[in-house]
């Protein structure tokens, strides 16, 4: 993990927005939030800065994450699909993700 990101997680200057960004819901999403624990919405959002960073951002602002897929499957091994929108540098960049749970209390999540 790089200094800057490190820097933006651990001050919060990234902040998380669940209500401001779009008055209704993006293409695909079903619902705006996110079902993943705060651990894992760290973990997951070191992958998608650096994604948004390839694609010439590295200075984001702000996150709004939207469910796309409730969590189908047994439990353990369930599966859900989320979209990130993360804000910065005069744009918008869609994160498309997906979750898999990995046994009690733990998952792995990838960018789609």
Do not use: H
Request: one cysteine or more; glycine letters at 10%; aromatic letters at 8%.
């Amino acid at each position: 993990m790089t200094n800057w990101l490190r820097a933006l997680l651990a001050f919060g200057v990234l902040a998380v927005s669940f209500s401001s960004m779009a008055q209704s819901l993006p293409e695909g999403a079903i619902q705006e939030g996110t079902l993943a624990n705060q651990k894992l919405i760290q973990d997951a959002m070191a992958g998608v800065l650096v994604t948004v960073a390839s694609q010439g951002c590295e200075k984001p602002e702000e996150f709004v994450p939207y469910v796309r897929e409730m969590p189908s499957g047994e439990v353990g091994t369930r599966v859900w699909r989320e979209l990130w929108i993360v804000e910065g540098c005069g744009d918008s960049y869609p994160i498309k993700l997906r979750f898999q749970e990995a046994g009690a209390g733990a998952a792995n999540w990838m960018i789609e």
